[in-house]
């Protein structure tokens, strides 16, 4: 199982980025997806997790409205649009993998990618 995160970069706050995460050696269709985010000193957290064959999508408090998770089965592919980003966004942004219906906890997913960092800052 290969999951490889991409998109991060340096942005403005109140900017936009997108993040990708491309899986091999799975199906994404038949797994729960989240994403991640660990902050410098502190503890990785989840940031919204979905399951692509149902649908559910589930979105820490801190990004709701903002961010916006998103599948394409075709594609093996896993989104995270960032909106209205803000410093406290800064992180590095991991993308991970288990069986669906995982709740958004880190200690519920097996299966990680490297992560790609967000610097938000003018």
């Known amino acids: 199982v290969q999951l490889q995160a991409s998109g991060g970069g340096l942005v403005q706050p109140g900017g936009s980025l997108r993040l990708s995460c491309a899986a091999s050696?799975?199906?994404?269709?038949?797994?729960?997806i989240g994403w991640f985010r660990q902050a410098p000193g502190k503890e990785r957290e989840g940031v919204s997790c979905m399951t692509l064959s149902t649908g559910v999508t589930e979105y820490a408090d801190s990004v709701k409205g903002r961010f916006t998770i998103s599948g394409d089965s075709a594609k093996n592919r896993v989104y995270l649009q960032m909106s209205s980003l803000k410093p406290e966004d800064t992180a590095v942004y991991y993308c991970?993998?288990?069986?669906?219906?995982?709740?958004?906890?880190?200690?519920?997913?097996?299966?990680w990618g490297q992560g790609t960092l967000v610097t938000v800052s003018s």
């Open positions: 050696g799975i199906t994404l269709d038949y797994y729960a």
């Open positions: 991970a993998a288990d069986g669906p219906g995982s709740s958004c906890l880190v200690g519920e997913y097996g299966h």
